[in-house]
C-alpha cells in the first residue's frame, strides 16, 4: 500500500488550506499595528526655571 504518498499529499493540502485561512483570518479592513519608528522620539525636555 502506498501510505506515504497519502500521508504526503494530506500533509500538502492542510498546509495549503492552513495558509488560506490565515489570509482570511487577518481582517484586510482592520489596519494593523503602526510600525515602530526606528529612532525613538524623545520628548522636548520643559526648560527649568532659573533659581533665585
Known sequence: MAIRPLLFGILFIAVFVAIILSIIWVDPIQ????PDPLAPVTPAPTPTPPAQ
Open 31 to 34: 489596519p494593523t499595528r503602526q
